[in-house]
């Protein structure tokens, strides 16, 4: 029981010391999540662009076979 007992507490004092992590460091992981916003936010835009270009060339292939 006391082994199990000690590794409850190991947890405990990984888990701890993870918590002081993000406490003492929490700007990180902000520019983490304000990063990870831009890249969708980008990722969004160039899909739109994407999809204006796929309609820009299907109207140029219609103006092309009507002459």
Wanted: aromatic share 16%; glycine share 8%; proline share 0%.
């Amino acid at each position: 029981m006391d082994a199990l007992w000690d590794i409850v507490v190991a947890v405990g004092h990984v888990f701890e010391q993870i918590i002081g992590y993000v406490e003492t460091h929490h700007w990180i992981f902000g520019f983490g999540a304000l990063g990870y916003i831009f890249y969708l936010h980008d990722r969004s835009i160039h899909a739109r662009f994407d999809a204006i270009d796929k309609r820009i060339d299907e109207i140029r292939k219609r103006l092309a076979a009507e002459y």
